[in-house]
């Protein structure tokens, strides 16, 4: 059981190139996020998938796309990478909120990119 | 306004004394949930504990607890007899809502805890 997987663990790119983030869980969670950390800044939204199919803007979803083709992957896409984008990325995953709310999410162990 | 206010950068504690960590939200939701993680030097978010707006008791992990004064909307960490282990960036978290439609998390920019020996 590896839980959540991110693909690469760290990557270099220049101004202007694409790249794409791999998230991949075996929990059969329906709910899946990408965040991006800053210093100083926690942990920012940038899209969600609430099952399969669905994707949803989170608080910071400029520059990036997603895709959920299948339950068990979540692609973060940087069509023309900037600068400003350096960061360190983190994917999570969960079970749907229930009427106590106490579902936890579960975080893969970061992508630390740097654009040039 | 920021949602979730953590106004401890940095603290250094004794090993073996207890710690509180400070946390105040902003929600005008009657239905929220509060949560707590720690990321340590190797990076990876670790939940600690949740405390639901309408728990009546204020929840226990172990050594971690929440002191939950919903007037005063703050939700405090008391981690117990420190440890050197506990040595890391604690981030509390909230959930505003409850079932489909209120998935998401917002963060607190974190306070960075060393255990002195």
């Known amino acids: 059981n590896a839980g959540v997987t991110q693909t690469p663990k760290f990557r270099v790119l220049k101004t202007g190139q694409s790249m794409t983030l791999l998230c991949a869980q075996d929990m059969n969670h329906e709910y899946m996020y990408w965040y991006r950390q800053d210093p100083g800044m926690g942990l920012r939204l940038i899209h969600y998938s609430v099952g399969e199919g669905t994707t949803a803007k989170g608080e910071v979803p400029d520059g990036y796309n997603v895709s959920r083709l299948k339950k068990q992957n979540f692609l973060l896409g940087l069509e023309s990478a900037a600068p400003s984008q350096t960061s360190v990325y983190f994917c999570a995953s969960s079970y749907p909120v229930g009427p106590r709310g106490q579902e936890t999410q579960y975080f893969g162990p970061g992508t630390r990119l740097l654009v040039l | 306004a920021q949602k979730i206010t953590q106004t401890q950068p940095g603290m250094f504690v004794q090993e073996k004394e207890a710690v509180t960590l400070d946390c105040t939200y902003d929600t005008s939701d009657q239905s929220y949930g509060l949560f707590w993680y720690k990321q340590p030097s190797s990076g990876e978010m670790i939940f600690l504990i949740y405390?639901?707006?309408?728990?009546?008791q204020n929840a226990t992990e172990g050594r971690y607890s929440l002191n939950f004064q919903k007037a005063r909307k703050s939700a405090n960490l008391v981690i117990s007899a420190s440890q050197l282990g506990d040595s890391a960036m604690y981030f509390c978290?909230?959930?505003?809502?409850?079932?489909?439609?209120?998935?998401?998390?917002?963060f607190g920019t974190g306070t960075r805890l060393t255990i002195i020996p």
């Open positions: 405390q639901g707006s309408y728990d009546e």
């Open positions: 978290a909230m959930r505003e809502g409850r079932g489909f439609g209120n998935e998401k998390l917002t």
